[in-house]
């Protein structure tokens, strides 16, 4: 098919189950919930790895962390690693980057063409965990301010950053329709709502005025910590910060307030989409980077391989090519970059590092693969936590802690941990083999302790003196914009116009 521009919609810690198009009942999503009901749904999508960084490299790579060393929120990726950007670029698209992407070191790029926005979040390794210390709680990781102080607001940091990267967006879009560039884009739009803090514009927050916002299903009276989930526990002081009923009601509201308002913004891209006649010439694909607990379990954020923590949303719109329907086979981020490739007409890549397959067949309804890999490598672990989900079966692995398997057909909460029952001893050997085969876990975790310590070494010395800071600081040139002496007056107005005024 001929290329078609592709718009990538990304929000950030958003679990699929707050949405309607995942059988939510609370939310307000008109325009998420339009593109579902036109596109194809993925009901069972997952993050390589429930933390942002990790989640986003692997995602941009097709590649799982431990191959291309995303260990965590503070590991650069490797300028060598080729993401969708340089795929799409070397085949005629126009690359383009709006919004967060926690891209590490000094290339902040890595394949797009151009990039809007700076980043929310640092680009250097000051937030590297240390497991040689893992006692040690530090200043940067999540605690439970966001919940303990969530309710309405008129400005955040996050707020400003996302208006900012809308405005943005919208404006390319029309600079987009404007130029004599022919070449298709791929536009990536990424938001850091509804992620933590959990605060809200006071619109946003009424909209859920007297609506019953619904509790945690699954308490942690009826839950016993596994040691990852203990870990995360101290590790952002959930116990130290003991949170009310009133305060997680206030949490989930603003949480509900919050993807209200992602839907917003999405309208507002989706509508400038329309106004430059490329609506229909555009496929559009919504995403998160990974979930959010939500106080399920009594755990907030992420760092675990939950349902609420690794499961995201995955919506794929272009209802000329593919009908609407619902997929229920098991895929996961690393399929998007082989899926944009043919989705652009090009060759699939050839890397054999690539660990995902492209989701072609599922959007066409020939069936497709059903199974997903995952790694955690990042804070509160003490070892490499591998995961296998296939079929209904959820497989957690670490040298550090007990395994732990679930059928998510009968337990979807995964409250019945299927280790000790004697009928599935057979599926765990060969579970237990598959992890030996596919990971030198020893190996890997040398590998994360030494990146951690070289990475906090650095942090250290670039500190020391006059630092140079690896931040993304997007370019203005102000003698091209507006009213300028490179183009005669009536000629700047008439490209600027749109559409272009036509005299007979």
């Given amino acids: 098919m001929p290329q078609k521009n592709i718009l990538i919609l990304m929000a950030d810690q958003l679990n699929p189950r707050y949405l309607s198009a995942y059988g939510d009942v609370t939310g307000k999503t008109p325009h998420i919930d339009r593109l579902a009901k036109e596109g194809v749904v993925f009901d069972s999508a997952y993050c390589n790895s429930p933390l942002c960084a990790p989640s986003r490299f692997a995602l941009m790579t097709g590649q799982l962390p431990s191959s291309i060393g995303a260990f965590d929120n503070a590991c650069e990726l ?114 850091t709502h509804p992620h933590d803090p959990f605060a809200i514009a006071q619109k946003y927050w009424d909209l859920f005025e007297g609506v019953d916002i619904p509790t945690p299903r699954v308490t942690r009276e009826r839950t016993e910590d596994d040691p990852q989930s203990a870990r995360i526990r101290a590790m952002c002081a959930m116990d130290q910060q003991p949170v009310s009923a009133t ?76 009908a609407a329907k619902r997929v229920s086979q098991s895929v996961s981020h690393v399929d998007l970059l082989p899926t944009l490739l043919e989705l652009a007409g090009a060759q699939p890549a050839s890397d054999p590092q690539l660990a995902g397959r492209s989701l072609l067949p599922h959007l066409r309804g020939q069936g497709g693969h059903d199974a997903v890999i995952g790694e955690y490598l990042g804070e509160g672990a003490l070892a490499p936590i591998v995961m296998i989900r296939r079929g209904p079966y959820k497989f957690v692995h670490s040298p550090a802690d007990p395994d732990q398997l679930y059928d998510l057909s009968r337990d979807p909460d995964e409250l019945h941990n299927l280790v000790a029952d004697p009928s599935q001893a057979t599926r765990l050997v060969s579970l237990r083999q598959e992890v030996a085969e596919r990971w030198d876990l020893a190996d890997l975790q040398r590998q994360v302790l030494r990146s951690q310590h070289n990475r906090r070494l650095i942090d250290a010395a670039q500190n020391q003196g006059q630092a140079i800071s690896w931040d993304y600081q997007p370019h203005q040139d102000a003698s091209r914009r507006y009213v300028r002496k490179h183009i005669p007056l009536d000629d700047i107005e008439a490209m600027s116009r749109y559409p272009h005024v036509v005299h007979s």
């Avoid at 969530?150 to 879009?173: H, I, M, S, W, Y």
């Fill in 247 to 322: 305060q997680i009601q206030r949490a989930r509201r603003a949480y509900y307030g919050s993807i209200a308002y992602v839907d917003e913004q999405f309208g507002l891209i989706l509508q400038t989409l329309k106004d430059i006649g490329q609506a229909d010439n555009t496929i559009v694909v919504v995403m998160s980077d990974h979930g959010e607990m939500l106080g399920e379990r009594g755990l907030w954020y992420k760092m675990n391989f939950f349902e609420g923590g690794c499961r995201v949303p995955l919506i794929v719109h272009s209802p000329a090519e593919f």
């Fill in 78 to 191: 490797s300028a060598d690693k080729p993401t969708w950007a340089h795929y799409l670029r070397a085949v005629g698209y126009h690359t383009i980057l709006a919004g967060k992407m926690h891209f590490c070191g000094p290339d902040q790029l890595h394949g797009f063409e151009e990039r809007l926005t700076t980043d929310i979040y640092p680009a250097d390794f000051g937030w590297t965990p240390d497991w040689q210390q893992p006692h040690k709680r530090l200043e940067w990781y999540h605690n439970m301010s966001s919940v303990t102080d969530a309710g309405p607001c008129v400005r955040t940091n996050q707020l400003d950053f996302d208006d900012e990267v809308v405005a943005v967006t919208r404006q390319k879009l029309f600079d987009l329709a404007r130029t004599r560039d022919a070449r298709p884009f791929c536009l990536t739009v990424s938001l």
